[in-house]
């Protein structure tokens, strides 16, 4: 049960677009579509940003797209804005019926 | 509106015993399954625990397994940690969330507030 890995820290300016990767393996990743991004600003609950690589819950905004390609997952925010400044997690179904989660992005935004 | 509230959290000493709680509201508590994920202070979020919607299957992080018990009441709409033999690495705010599945797509679409653990001498 390995934790997926995540870059620790990313960057951007208002407006920019920054891409926050999630390699897992072939058990986890690399086999489901089950694969989330939660977004946690500090202090609060994580809230679910994608679900299923690529689909976002009603509320969240498009600026915010998923991706998988083999054993990595991606996060995609576009436009970004002073609001978006938080810690994104992935996490991903497992073979052995878990969840595993990536060990956290921060994102800061300039 | 849909609410998940933990409760139970606090401080305890190691090798001790800890039972946290989960009430539901505002959906359908026996058709969803339900886990417990821990985030350490300063730390990222690591998943403990899942349960059937019916309590017929469960499943552990292998840091907890053979310590911590999830169960569920769904006459009570509430989800619970049986947490024993802690150590100091339990330290954590504990989430719950539910386990939407529809047509074979699933993820854990709401989660709790969180309760803080603490396990100290």
């Known amino acids: 049960q390995s934790a997926l890995t995540q870059p620790p820290s990313v960057s951007g300016s208002p407006g920019q677009s920054v891409t926050i990767s999630c390699t897992g393996t072939?058990?986890?990743?690399?086999?489901?579509?089950?694969v989330s991004w939660y977004q946690q600003p500090p202090g609060t609950a994580p809230k679910l940003m994608i679900y299923e690589v690529t689909n976002r819950p009603s509320g969240v905004p498009d600026r915010f797209s998923g991706s998988k390609s083999g054993n990595t997952a991606s996060l995609t925010i576009s436009g970004l804005q002073a609001e978006d400044e938080a810690d994104y997690y992935c996490?991903?179904?497992?073979?052995?019926?878990?969840?595993?989660f990536g060990g956290g992005t921060k994102l800061t935004v300039l | 509106q849909v609410q998940l509230v933990e409760s139970g959290g606090g401080v305890v000493q190691p090798g001790r015993s800890l039972r946290l709680s989960c009430a539901a509201s505002g959906f359908t508590f026996s058709s969803y399954g339900m886990h417990w994920v821990r985030q350490a202070p300063g730390k990222g979020l690591e998943w403990v625990a899942v349960i059937w919607y019916d309590g017929s299957d469960k499943y552990y992080a292998d840091s907890v397994k053979g310590r911590f018990t999830i169960s569920r009441d769904n006459s009570k709409n509430t989800l619970y940690l049986q947490m024993n033999s802690l150590r100091a690495e339990d330290t954590a705010v504990y989430y719950c969330?539910?386990?939407?599945?529809?047509?074979?797509?699933?993820?854990?679409?709401?989660w709790g507030q969180g309760t803080r653990v603490t396990v100290s001498s």
């Open positions: 969330a539910s386990w939407r599945c529809t047509n074979g797509v699933c993820y854990l679409d709401y």
């Open positions: 072939s058990s986890d990743v690399g086999s489901y579509n089950r």
């Open positions: 996490s991903s179904y497992t073979s052995t019926s878990t969840l595993v």
